[in-house]
Structures are given as structure tokens and as C-alpha cells.
């Protein structure tokens, strides 16, 4: 059962950049099966996807954070991470690391699913001077 | 990106059946995710695909999807059951928005 832990400073100064790492133990990052991503809650608030990664390169980004994200994958270190620049108060919240998966058709008329099955324990970070 | 929306609050009695529904455009292409996330927790996985349950989620936990709606269902709530749910899915540009949640009380 992989297992999967952000980790960063917990708090950040608006205009710089918010640095976070998600270590994978239990399964290798470098699995063609999964895709991995990140997921933020402001406090008291709902969920926000931020974006997902494939092993292929393949990225995509929450349109509204896509010009401030860059997200990287270490093999190496079974390891990847997320870098959001220019934080403002409004990226004050929980980061969370997950894993991804996807279930494509297997039937005629059904659809394909994409989910979220493992996820971090969570990291808040403020932005704060 | 497109939009998934749900009912901010739901109630239930102990023991009785409740539906959490999920509308967006999207539903119609792929299936919803379902989300619980019980306060200062991370969010856990408990409904995927048709209806998928992964194998720590108790059977009381079905999914259904009909055109641009999809629910969640608890048959026989428990207490255990209160909670925030989420829906969840991909859109054709590849993004993966969230509904805004529902908050279910068990009475």
C-alpha cells in the first residue's frame, strides 16, 4: 500500500515561491500504471485541483494556477514536486500529494473514470509577511 | 474548465438511505469520483468508475451516473458516515475539477 508524505515550510512570504515535495514509499513513482498530482484546501473550504503529471511528461494545470505552477518529477528519490510562484494570501491553504489512477471502458456505453486513490496527509502553508 | 455542482447540505437519519448528486456537463463523458472527507482528514476514495468501491469502503456505498448527473448513495447511514463528500472528475482538456462539496449530517 504505497504511502505518500508532503513536506515544506509551513509558511511562505507573498510574491515568492511555495516549494513543496511529495515522497513516495511503497510503490515506484516511476510506474507506467499511475499519475501523480496535487490538491489544495483553503482553510474551511472545498477542494482544488492544481494539476497531474504523467510519467510520459505529460502535464496538465488547473487553468487558473497554470502560469504560476511548475511541477517535476525525481525518479531517483521517488519523489516529485510542486513550485507556485508569486503566492498571494488566496494560496494560503492544505497541499496535498496524491496518486491517480485511471479506469478506462471496458463495455460498450460505459465511460472512463479517472480517480484520486491515494492522497497525503496534507501540509498547510500560509502566506504570510 | 468545467464546473461540477452540488447540494451544500444534506441530512439523514441514522439508519436510513441518502442520495448526494453531482451535475456538470462533463458527467456525460467520463464517470464521477466520490470523495469523504471527515474533518482535519485527508479526503479518502470512495466511489470510482460505474461503481467502484475500493476494498476498505463498506458496501452501504454505491454510485450511479444518469446523462449529466451523477450520486452517491448511503443505504443505512451511520453515524460514522458524517462528513463532507466530493465529487470529482475529467473534463476533454484534461482538467479534474471538484465539486464544491456536500455536507452531510446524520441524524
Known amino acids: 500500500q504505497p504511502q505518500l508524505q508532503e513536506s515544506g515550510p509551513g509558511l511562505v512570504k507573498p510574491s515568492e515561491t511555495l516549494s513543496l515535495t511529495c515522497t513516495v514509499s511503497?510503490?515506484?513513482?516511476?510506474?507506467?500504471?499511475?499519475?501523480w498530482g496535487w490538491v489544495r484546501q483553503p482553510p474551511g473550504k472545498g477542494l482544488e485541483w492544481i494539476g497531474c503529471?504523467?510519467?510520459?511528461?505529460?502535464?496538465y494545470y488547473n487553468p487558473s494556477l497554470k502560469s504560476r505552477i511548475t511541477a517535476s518529477v525525481d525518479t531517483s528519490k521517488n519523489q516529485f514536486s510542486l513550485n507556485l510562484k508569486s503566492v498571494t494570501a488566496a494560496d494560503t491553504a492544505i497541499y496535498y500529494c496524491?496518486?491517480?489512477?485511471?479506469?478506462?471502458?471496458?463495455?460498450?456505453?460505459?465511460?472512463?473514470?479517472?480517480?484520486?486513490?491515494?492522497w497525503g496527509q496534507g501540509i498547510l502553508v500560509t502566506v504570510s509577511s | 474548465s468545467s464546473e461540477l455542482t452540488q447540494d451544500p447540505a444534506v441530512s439523514v437519519a441514522l439508519g436510513q438511505t441518502v442520495r448526494i448528486t453531482c451535475q456538470g456537463d462533463?458527467?456525460?463523458?467520463?464517470?464521477a469520483t466520490w470523495y469523504q472527507q471527515r474533518p482535519g482528514q485527508a479526503p479518502v476514495l470512495v466511489i470510482y468508475g460505474k461503481n467502484n468501491r475500493p476494498s476498505d469502503i463498506p458496501d452501504r456505498f454505491s454510485g450511479s451516473s444518469s446523462g449529466n448527473t451523477a450520486s452517491l448513495t448511503i443505504t443505512g447511514a451511520q453515524a460514522e458516515d458524517e462528513a463532507v463528500y466530493y465529487c470529482?472528475?475529467?473534463?476533454?482538456?484534461?482538467?479534474?475539477?471538484f465539486g464544491g462539496g456536500t455536507r452531510l449530517t446524520v441524524l
Open positions: 503529471m504523467y510519467n510520459s511528461g505529460t502535464t
Open positions: 496524491v496518486r491517480g489512477g485511471v479506469e478506462l471502458s471496458k463495455w460498450f456505453g460505459e465511460l472512463p473514470t479517472y480517480y484520486f486513490d491515494y
Open positions: 470529482n472528475s475529467r473534463d476533454s482538456n484534461g482538467d479534474r475539477p
Open positions: 511503497g510503490d515506484s513513482i516511476s510506474s507506467s500504471s499511475y499519475y
Open positions: 462533463t458527467l456525460r463523458s467520463y464517470y
